[in-house]
């Protein structure tokens, strides 16, 4: 498997742009997590689905901020407009039955609004 | 609210000792899960090793061991024979279940940067 993959690596924007994060889980997992991770705050739950459904979305930080996961292989996280605030690394993780084999994270993506 | 201390911000071990690095975590569950993470500079998130509150032994995953003492909220991470390839920021991260369900969301402490020297 290839595990989870984010795109993009990088993304450096202006603010007041629009941004969209995306995120592919690992076959057969039904958790998708995104993470946010900053020197200020650390890493950060921002949203989670189950089978693709929103289940906890209360470490969003604003309505700037919204996540959708249309099917079970694809999720996106956008921010509109962006701010310098949200620079950060943004985690995409997944899961599936059985919490020992571990949450698997993405590589982030490294977000710069300038 | 989930609390989880990481005390250590920064430890240094010589190449092919032993250390560990302290986690405490603060929750109401009876039944979760506690995870490690390594990140290195690189960036990327590697889980290490797992325990559930339940298991009666403590979680071994090759040179990783946790000392869990779940009355005390303690779940301190072991890693024999340090190497230098083990230099990076390390996480606890209690699972947090939520509404039932068998899985929740994991919540990281704030990290403790190893230095494993030569």
């Known amino acids: 498997d290839a595990g989870v993959i984010q795109s993009p690596r990088h993304e450096v924007t202006e603010m007041g742009q629009e941004v969209t994060l995306r995120c592919k889980p690992i076959?057969?997992?039904?958790?998708l997590f995104w993470y946010r991770q900053t020197m200020m705050r650390g890493l950060e739950l921002l949203i989670y689905?189950?089978?693709?459904?929103?289940?906890?979305d209360s470490g969003m930080p604003e309505d700037r901020f919204s996540a959708k996961m249309p099917n079970a292989s694809f999720s996106t996280l956008k921010i509109q407009p962006s701010e310098p605030r949200d620079s950060a690394v943004y985690f995409c993780?997944?899961?599936?039955?059985?919490?020992?084999?571990?949450?698997?994270f993405g590589s982030g993506t490294r977000l710069t609004v300038v | 609210a989930q609390k989880i201390t990481q005390t250590q911000p920064g430890m240094f071990v010589q190449e092919k000792e032993a250390v560990t690095l302290d986690c405490t975590y603060d929750?109401?569950?009876?039944?979760?899960?506690l995870f490690w993470y390594k990140q290195p500079s690189s960036g990327e998130m590697i889980f290490l090793i797992y325990?559930?509150?339940?298991?009666?032994q403590n979680a071994t995953e090759g040179r990783y061991s946790l000392n869990f003492q779940k009355a005390r909220k303690s779940a301190n991470l072991v890693i024999s024979a340090s190497q230098l390839g083990d230099s990076a920021m390390y996480f606890c991260?209690?699972?947090?279940?939520?509404?039932?369900?068998?899985?929740?969301?994991?919540?990281f402490g704030q990290g403790t940067i190893l230095t494993v020297h030569p």
């Open positions: 991260a209690p699972e947090v279940n939520a509404g039932g369900t068998s899985y929740g969301k994991l919540t």
């Open positions: 689905f189950n089978n693709n459904v929103p289940i906890d």
């Open positions: 325990q559930g509150s339940y298991d009666e």
């Open positions: 076959s057969g997992h039904d958790y």
């Open positions: 993780a997944s899961t599936q039955g059985g919490s020992n084999y571990g949450y698997t």
């Open positions: 929750t109401s569950d009876q039944s979760y899960g």
